[in-house]
């Protein structure tokens, strides 16, 4: 009798580790990346002016690698982020990088600079974007960051806030422009 309780121990425990490995593997083999990362096609168009009035699309970049950061004035994580994003374009801006801060608020852009007064800001802070155009890019939700190489093509997505002058940020920003 002893034996065959054993047995009836064994075999259902046998079979979950079975299962748990047999999946565990599969898993790692799926990789759950976005739609812009997994084609690495251009990136969809958008149109917009810089701070100097400058109307550019986003394709107007293309020889220099673009770090594009979706954020909103009521957004706490994103506007907390804004001095490293500073000092990541800082850093970079000799390196080919630009950064463009997107905010995708349908706000006169005089209101959201009053609710941005004393932070330290990228120099390329872009208002007024059509919610259209910002749509192409399939936000879940902000800040939502995409590194683009120089040949236009997204190569890396950040989702939810970052500390963008950090030494292990500054390795991975490295490695994206050296592709």
Not at 102 to 127: A, M, V
Request: with cysteine; aromatic share 8%.
């Amino acid at each position: 009798m002893a034996l065959s309780k054993k047995i009836v121990i064994a075999v259902p425990l046998i079979a979950t580790i079975s299962i748990v490995v047999f999946f565990s593997r599969i898993s790692q083999d799926i990789q759950i990346e976005s739609p812009l990362e997994k084609e690495e096609k251009l990136v969809p168009k958008l149109d917009f002016h810089l701070p100097n009035g400058q109307r550019v699309s986003l394709h107007d970049f293309q020889g220099r690698s673009v770090l594009m950061n979706f954020w909103a004035t009521w957004c706490e994580p994103c506007l907390e982020e804004m001095p490293s994003l500073k000092a990541l374009e800082k850093n970079y801006r000799s390196h080919g990088l630009t950064v463009l801060a997107i905010n995708i608020e349908e706000t006169p852009e005089s209101d959201l600079r009053d609710k941005l007064t004393g932070l330290e800001l990228p120099s390329n802070l872009i208002f007024n974007v059509k919610r259209s155009q910002i749509s192409h890019y399939k936000l879940e939700g902000i800040p939502y960051t995409i590194f683009i190489n120089r040949e236009g093509r997204p190569v890396k997505n950040f989702e939810g806030p970052r500390d963008w002058a950090s030494p292990e940020m500054f390795k991975l920003i490295d490695q994206l422009l050296a592709r």
